[in-house]
């Protein structure tokens, strides 16, 4: 495997910094204006539109990209802020499901959060543009996920 | 400013959780293989292409679409950490400058950093769709930087 080209180089390096500097903006978004940081906010999507709101800690992690202590402590986290619980089924591992008071802040910061999205990515760009962006997203995903993250 | 049609969300949501994931795997690596953050990473990068290798604090937190206290806790670690040193310049405000250690640093995780954004990102994609996606990032990225964060 070797390195990349320069014209590589600079699509990655553009890529990344886009993506670096959105992300950070709509961090500070959320947290000045609901009090959740990016992570957290995922985290409460993904539980509030799971089945029966509640989730393996396993599959959210996957679905985050995080490791597993990283899952770990981000739910403890979460866990001492009410936003979820952390419940033990046997022998599936470990749950977090969403709190009533989990549930309360995802709608609150939603609108917010979605109107944020529209400005600084999805009015920036035609459909067209939105969904060539997309496609290519879902293909690096698709092959993120088929890989484990290391334990 | 209205909320998300379904269709915006669905390609909004495939575009940030891949940019998640593959920060979350990119910073596995970087960290396993050199003890770096991808925020260090990031700053060291910047810090090694700039001119005399140094930058201001405030050109340092645009380019990462960082806020002040953000930018300047950063450097705080990075600082004690021995891979940058602040300088003060009269009227000009604090400038980050590189370190040989920081130099050293940059020089050993670039190699393994770069296959890594080959294996997972680059060679996911034609030479076209590559080209495509770094154009639509640039233009997001340009409005991102006309506006100032908060401070």
């Known amino acids: ?3 990349l080209t320069e014209r590589e180089l600079r699509a990655w390096r553009t890529s990344f910094q886009m993506l670096q500097v959105l992300r ?3 961090g500070q978004q959320l947290q000045a204006d609901s009090g959740l940081s990016n992570a957290e906010y995922s985290v409460l ?3 509030s539109e799971a089945p029966d709101r509640r989730l393996r800690a396993y599959e959210l992690g996957h679905a985050a990209g995080w490791e597993k202590s990283r899952t770990h402590h981000q739910l403890t986290r979460m866990c001492k802020r009410g936003l979820v619980t952390r419940e033990r089924s046997g022998s599936r591992g470990v749950y977090a ?3 009533e008071k ?3 802040a995802i709608k609150d910061a939603a609108p917010g959060h979605a109107q944020e999205v529209r400005r600084l990515f ?3 760009l035609t459909p067209e543009e939105l969904d ?3 496609a290519i ?5 698709d092959n993120l996920q088929t890989q484990q993250p290391p334990q």
């Open 102 to 104: 989990g549930l309360t």
């Open 24 to 26: 950070a903006r709509l």
């Open 122 to 124: 999805v009015d920036r």
């Open 45 to 47: 999507v993904l539980l």
């Open 137 to 141: 997203a879902a293909k690096i995903l």
């Open 97 to 99: 499901a969403l709190t």
């Open 132 to 134: 060539q962006f997309a």
């Open 1 to 3: 495997m070797q390195g």
